[in-house]
């Protein structure tokens, strides 16, 4: 079943990159993790840093992908965003957060790009 997830998880990553990319971002991480957890894209569009967390789904059984995004998963991507920018002295750009549903009950897939879905405050 975990295997099943994982390579679920890993095909609508691929999806939401190629549509990122499509889009005019520029990926630069791929699934970074640290102690405090991990984010699935980390991209840049114009001048900010974009976190991206993608939620695939082949049903909706389980709610719609981007109504996981809940209020504590949303403060868990915010203290990994905040360890990344550290790392990476991005503290001078403009933060986004972004959410990419991908559906795969439809064929091609269907794709929801969320911008700016929630905002960037210190956790």
């Known amino acids: 079943m975990a295997d099943a997830r994982k390579s679920l998880g890993k095909a609508g990553e691929e999806l939401a990159e190629r549509y ?46 981007l109504e996981s995004v809940n209020g504590a998963k949303q403060q868990r991507l915010k203290r990994v965003a905040l360890h990344y920018l550290n790392r990476h002295h991005l503290h001078d750009r403009d933060v ?6 991908i559906s795969l009950r439809s064929h091609p897939p269907a794709v929801r790009h969320v911008r700016h879905a929630f905002d960037f405050s210190e956790p």
């Open 96 to 101: 986004q957060f972004d959410v990419v549903g």
């Open 20 to 65: 990122l990319k499509r889009q005019g971002y520029a990926i630069v991480e791929r699934n970074y993790r640290c102690p405090l957890g991990e984010i699935d894209l980390i991209a840049i569009d114009k001048r900010a840093v974009v976190f991206v967390e993608v939620k695939t789904r082949r049903v909706d059984t389980s709610g719609a992908p």
